[in-house]
């Protein structure tokens, strides 16, 4: 009996601790717990510091970010005062044990092979409802040292279509570079740096895309050194 109260004891600190630890309302208590934890994994174990990205307080906005491991989703949502649906790639949305997780975080799954546009039209539906779109335009996990690679111009069509605030986010300090499973138990010192927001209109697609690229590909240190 007292080992049963022990473990419900446990249980209930646990779930008032994830709870008391959110930084945003995802519309669920579980979700939210969810995001809890998230937030105290990030802070503690990866030292993030309690800076917020600057979001608009209502209405859309899309955060595009550089990607060097499977930490990084846990990091934006750690530093997002609101609820960010991240455009992921179907065949880890379809990932039996994760899919439910996905499907209440409000992801949106990519086919990259077949149709992507579908992925687009509902990333595209979601900011006109005035949601928040995060996503990795390099596709994949690019670390600086890998070879140049073009981002999916996806992300500056979203821009354009939604006339939304286009966000550059930049991610440094994770340990677990280039790692997917093992990034989040790395200890590391992770910094967010976010610049100003990108207006993407036809005149100024690609030099908007050009912008965007290079804000996300220069370490923030880099940055500091330049001004």
Known sequence: MLIFLFILLLLAL??????????ADWGGPRVNWIDGWVRLLCRVVHRQGANQLDLPKHGPAIVAANHVSGLD??????????PLRFLIAEEE???PMLNWLYRLSGCIPVDRQGRPEKALREALR?????????LFPHGKIHL?????????AG???LAMWSGAPLLPVRIDGVAGQ??????PLI????QISQYPALMIDGANFEAGMLRLQALIETSAQQTSSAD
Request: aromatic share 8%.
């Open 14 to 23: 646990l779930w008032w601790w994830g709870l008391r630890h959110a930084g």
């Open 73 to 82: 989703p846990l990091l934006l949502i750690t530093a997002s005062p609101r």
């Open 93 to 95: 949305y379809r990932k």
């Open 126 to 134: 979601a900011l006109q409802q005035g949601d928040v779109i995060a």
């Open 144 to 152: 600086d040292t890998d070879p140049p690679r073009k981002l999916k």
């Open 155 to 157: 992300v500056a069509r």
């Open 178 to 183: 280039g790692k997917v499973l093992l990034a």
């Open 187 to 190: 200890p590391g010192r992770v």
